[in-house]
């Protein structure tokens, strides 16, 4: 009770006082660190840790060699604030007017980190419009459901896809978080139609692994099969 307690003050100093950010960063990977041994020690359920995710970007933005991250659902900016010094350019939308304020004044000093606040599915072609080498895309935004606009979808990723699918083909490489929520329940599109618009394209490969669908660019070989495909060797 006592640790829980102080763990409960330690981060509620660590998000209200201060310039902590450095801080703030080190107090999230050591417990993210700790929360990783936890789920392979489970046999590694979805969703997996926030740690792990932020491995998985590092891993493709290293093998496909990407320096610009785009990330929809900016939230908190935990992701933003661990792969700032991994990238040379990062874009985030945010839906949330509040979190986005939150997260300008975050990063206020990193002029490398340009918010935008409003709908992915609107803003995505204005980030696209500038980018002129491949980037490594993040897609983590929803709506809260009284933010959905009507008849629509709890997540935009319908919508976000779209946008890439028919943009410049410079060798991005997407990863799509959540897939375990696609399935209509909680507003999100079944995770069928989802593959079925990637598959219409015919430009990548894709792989479902520990609860994100990964999208990396095909070239020249034959697109295989979800289960046949593996992390990625690109050079």
Not at 29 to 55: C, F, N, S
Request: charge should be neutral; charged fraction near 25%; proline fraction near 8%.
């Amino acid at each position: 009770m006592i640790r829980q307690a102080l763990r409960r003050t330690a981060k509620w100093l660590l998000y209200n006082i201060g310039p902590a950010e450095p801080l703030r960063v080190w107090w999230m990977q050591r417990r993210g660190a700790a929360l990783v041994e936890q789920w392979v020690a489970r046999g590694q359920p979805a969703p997996p840790p926030h740690r792990h995710k932020q491995e998985v970007l590092r891993q493709y933005a290293s093998a496909y060699r990407l320096r610009i991250l785009v990330e929809t659902g900016t939230q908190h900016g935990h992701m933003l604030a661990v792969l700032r010094k991994d990238f040379s350019r990062l874009y985030s939308v945010e839906l949330d007017p509040v979190c986005y304020e939150k997260a300008r004044r975050r990063f206020r000093s990193d002029h490398h980190i340009e918010l935008f606040c409003g709908d992915s599915a609107d803003l995505l072609p204005e980030i696209l419009v500038r980018l002129h080498e491949p980037a490594l895309f993040w897609l983590d935004g929803h709506y809260n459901p009284n933010q959905a606009p009507s008849g629509e979808h709890v997540s935009p990723i319908l919508a976000e896809l779209a946008h890439l699918l028919t943009a410049p083909r410079l060798g991005h490489v997407i990863i799509i978080d959540d897939a375990r929520l696609f399935n209509v329940r909680y507003g999100y599109p079944p995770l069928s139609e989802v593959l079925s618009m990637i598959e219409r394209d015919g430009g990548w490969n894709v792989l479902l692994q520990d609860d994100s669908l990964r999208l990396t660019p095909r070239l020249q070989e034959q697109v295989r099969p979800i289960s046949e495909q593996s992390e990625p060797t690109h050079e």
